[in-house]
């Protein structure tokens, strides 16, 4: 696996580093949902929110 992809456990697949960027905002309500191909669910949020690498998922 590239950095330019990460694993997305909310998800459960590999997405773009960073489209799950895009996806971390939309948690935090930094940016809506409208446009984003995945709309996440309450659990998915809150699996996100969880991760220890969240705001870095390159790191590993």
Known sequence: M???NVNCPALE???DFG???ELQMATDDAI???GLEDV???TQ???CKAL???TNPALV
């Open 19 to 21: 489209y799950c960027q």
């Open 45 to 47: 949020k809150s699996v």
């Open 40 to 42: 996440f669910n309450d």
């Open 2 to 4: 590239s950095t330019d």
């Open 52 to 54: 220890k690498n969240r």
């Open 32 to 34: 809506i949902w409208e």
């Open 13 to 15: 697949r590999i997405i």
